[in-house]
């Protein structure tokens, strides 16, 4: 067989192979069934790829690098000129643009079985196809948020709040994928559509982001300020009581901190 041969049958291959994992899983999809769709014999499999794992590891990776070509997350790269805030929200507002994709082809483009796949790969993962999803996608792009995110969060961030912020990013986005129906029942087609532009949605996200960012580390010194409050209240009362006050369950120690104790009596 030619070179232009070899290649036109892998890509066949390759081509078929995509529907038929979306359809039936990993697990259900022979064989035989791929080799019929592409219109080779069977044996071009382990050929090509070595076995069904390796066909179904190279549609995945293909599909990612077909992907990121065609939505690139950062197209323009780590732009000097723009604030840390500007690139995380150009950064979010792809982010969206690939979810719209993926809307589209889920209502009837060429290339719907893409999320099919990646949908059924998130909700009953395999063995092969997540361990390559979260290498060659997820990790990448979760990776390249925290990064735009680090510089937005105050020194002392711990890193569960690092990851809850990006989780956080990631969950709205995916919120009007997979509950799409449900929102679109709640307002107009116009509405929706609205609701909908990656540039609005990119701009919401990172308010939010910044509100939550720039308060990261706010609920302990709230905790603590509230606690010395408490007592300093609590003390002020006796005083103005001229009784015995015995200071409430929970802020002893605190009154003992703030409160100073008469000398000479």
Request: hydrophobic content about 40%; overall charge negative.
């Amino acid at each position: 067989m030619s070179e232009v041969g070899e290649a036109s049958a892998r890509e066949r291959i390759l081509d078929a192979a995509g529907p038929v994992f979306a359809e039936h899983g990993y697990d259900a999809a022979t064989i035989r069934e791929l080799c019929s769709r592409a219109g080779v014999n069977v044996a071009a499999i382990s050929y090509y790829f070595g076995d069904k794992a390796g066909l179904y590891r190279a549609v995945i990776r293909r599909m990612v690098e077909a992907r990121d070509r065609q939505y690139p997350l950062m197209p323009e790269g780590r732009d000097a000129s723009r604030s840390p805030e500007e690139l995380l929200e150009r950064f979010v507002e792809r982010l969206v643009e690939r979810m719209l994709a993926c809307e589209r082809m889920l209502s009837g483009d060429r290339d719907a079985w893409q999320s099919r796949l990646v949908m059924r790969e998130m909700q009953a993962p395999t063995a092969i196809g997540s361990e390559d999803l979260i290498a060659l996608a997820f990790r990448p792009q979760y990776h390249a948020l925290q990064s735009l995110l680090r510089p937005l969060m105050p020194a002392t961030a711990t890193s569960t709040e690092l990851h809850r912020l990006a989780c956080s990013v990631f969950g709205q986005v995916f919120w009007y994928r997979i509950a799409k129906e449900a929102v679109q029942s709640l307002m107009t087609a116009d509405e929706y559509q609205e609701l909908v532009s990656p540039a609005l949605l990119a701009r919401q996200f990172t308010r939010q982001v910044l509100a939550i960012a720039e308060g990261v580390d706010r609920p302990h010194a709230e905790a603590v300020s509230g606690s010395a409050g408490a007592a300093r209240r609590a003390a002020d009362a006796c005083e103005q009581k001229a009784e015995v006050c015995e200071p409430e369950e929970g802020v002893q120690k605190s009154l003992t901190a703030v409160t100073p104790r008469p000398s000479g009596r």
